[in-house]
């Protein structure tokens, strides 16, 4: 199901990529989280992982156009909001007007059976490979979602913390983007 | 749980769980793009629900409400396998590592320079003190190594279990979705198969009403032709009917028949002194001709059916009304040619 798509030009890309730093490796960071974020709000809105990956590549297409016209944008974080909202309600309109008549629920999505829960053991070891090549991201992600210590599952992250050199917040941050690829990673493996 | 102070926490849950009225959803919303450290909280405290479920450790409330979101959400299915994946990852390689490190724990240290010297003079043991050293090193690695087996194994098997046992709960959902499934289309036909009888029914009283009014005017008209013959006085008010007329529906035979339903209850009144009977067969009824007994009296045979629009077949017959039990039921067996019977059910009372 698709919506109307903007059109994105390279200065209106780039002008996006200015807007969020001056720095170019900073704002390339920053464009990932927007974008994520974006990800996250279409599917905590209920909207199917494939969709929500469109939308959001829609939604920053549209505010990189309205900066290219040159609207005088305050919070680039508070009007993307503001712009995933209307995105999100025409995704939703379109989706009910394709459904019109429709008197079966949407599919549910079918239990993991054992075949597929190896197949994605294997998607998830490539994606591995992909998402955390060097070492310590590896044991990062390891560490981090190895929850064996039970009670102890702070401390067992302050050492994780302690031994790369990060501070607690950082480290959720990056263990919370590290799955978050790797999730996007294994579910595109897993629909080949 | 990630570490959040409770009503942080108990708000996340609300917006994860989709619980949250429209106007707080958005200023949940509007805060997730605008305050980094609260948007990876959300998803620090998703994370932990679905490993928790994953790993079925999600007890009570949450459970429950965890549960009830899967329908809003999706893609947290998704999730959930991938979490499974993860953690089958994380236990396998912690495995791999403690294989890995288990020879070393069990092997001598390197020795230094004057460990080796002393070695060196060790070695002038006598060669059966040195074979029950030898032995018993191989005894202490061998015990050692089964027992890591052991371990090993007991681990494995409890994950097997578990895989097990979550396996055949989703398939118990599948097979309870399914059934939930047939049953609904079981009704569906039922109502469909009741709509038909009924659009039926109405064919034949239709057609019967039409008889009806045509026998009345009959009757009206030879009754006018009498009053004009004999020029007596108006004839005495309306007289009690001597003919009663019933739809009768099968109670056995033929598909779908055996419907306590169609077990049909006639009064009849004290001056009537015959039933007229309309027979509905059911619409599967491929016979061409029926015979029809009552009390072991038939009476009719080879009869051809009408036929309504619809195409359910029906037969009419009279019977005297003295002819009915008012004790027991009263069965009229409809035999057709290609010998499927149908038997009509009535309870009469007076």
């Avoid at chain 2, 949250?20 to 200023?27: G, N, Q, T």
């Avoid at chain 2, 679905?50 to 893609?75: H, K, N, Q, T, V």
Wanted: glycine share 4%; proline share 4%; with cysteine.
């Amino acid at each position: 199901m698709r919506i109307h798509l903007a059109d994105l030009s390279a200065e209106g890309f780039e002008k996006l990529l200015q807007r969020l730093d001056e720095d170019p490796s900073r704002a390339a960071e920053r464009y990932e989280e927007l974008r994520l974020k974006l990800v996250k709000f279409y599917g905590w809105r209920g909207c199917p992982a494939s969709s929500a990956d469109e939308l959001a590549d829609e939604t920053l297409n549209r505010v990189a156009s309205k900066l290219e016209e040159g609207v005088e944008i305050e919070s680039l974080n508070a009007y993307a909001c503001q712009v995933s909202r209307f995105v999100w309600l025409e995704f939703s309109r379109k989706r009910k007007e394709d459904h019109y008549g429709d008197e079966m629920p949407e599919q549910a999505v079918d239990p993991v059976l054992p075949e597929e829960a190896d197949e994605r053991l294997v998607c998830l070891r490539k994606c591995l490979a992909e998402v955390a090549p060097d070492d310590q991201d590896r044991q990062l992600i390891i560490g981090y979602y190895d929850t064996d210590a039970g009670g102890k599952l702070k401390d067992a992250r302050r050492s994780l913390a302690e031994k790369f050199g990060l501070k607690m917040n950082a480290l959720k941050v990056k263990a919370c983007r590290l799955r978050s690829k790797l999730e996007k990673c294994i579910n595109d493996c897993v629909a080949l | 749980m990630t570490e959040l102070d409770p009503k942080n926490l108990s708000e996340i849950k609300r917006f994860l769980f989709g619980e949250m009225p429209e106007s707080e959803r958005e200023a949940v919303e509007e805060r997730l793009f605008t305050d980094e450290s609260f948007f990876y909280d959300l998803m620090e405290v998703e994370n932990s629900l679905i490993d928790a479920y994953a790993r079925g450790e999600l007890r009570g409330d949450d459970l429950r409400r965890f549960e009830a979101s899967l329908d809003l959400f999706p893609e947290r299915r998704e999730k959930i396998a991938n979490s499974i994946a993860l953690n089958s990852l994380i236990k396998e390689e912690k495995r791999e590592a403690a294989a890995a490190s288990a020879p070393v724990e069990i092997s001598e240290p390197v020795p230094g320079f004057w460990e080796r010297i002393a070695a060196f003079f060790r070695l002038n043991m006598s060669v059966v003190q040195f074979a029950g050293a030898a032995a018993l090193l191989l005894l202490v690695a061998g015990t050692g190594f089964l027992i890591y087996e052991r371990v090993r194994m007991e681990r494995e098997l409890a994950e097997y279990r578990e895989n097990q046992r979550r396996f055949e709960e989703l398939q118990k959902r599948q097979e309870e979705l399914q059934k939930d499934l047939r049953e609904i289309r079981q009704r569906e036909q039922n109502l469909q198969k009741q709509l038909g009888e009924k659009q039926g029914e109405s064919e034949i009283l239709d057609q019967q009403l039409e008889r009806e009014k045509s026998e009345r005017q009959r009757l009206e008209n030879e009754l006018e032709r009498l009053k004009k013959l004999q020029q007596n006085p108006p004839p005495p008010g309306p007289r009690q009917p001597t003919i009663a007329s019933f739809l009768v529906l099968p109670f056995s035979g033929g598909k779908g028949a055996n419907d306590p339903d169609n077990i049909k209850t006639i009064r009849l009144a004290p001056g009537v002194k015959s039933v007229n009977l309309t027979l509905q067969l059911p619409k599967d009824a491929a016979a061409e001709t029926f015979s029809v007994r009552f009390k072991g009296e038939t009476l009719a045979s080879n009869r051809k059916p009408g036929t309504t629009r619809s195409g359910f077949k029906f037969l009419t017959l009279t019977i005297p009304s003295a002819r009915f039990s008012l004790a027991e039921d009263n069965v009229i067996a409809v035999t057709g040619d290609d010998e499927v019977r149908y038997n009509f059910v009535l309870k009469v009372q007076k």
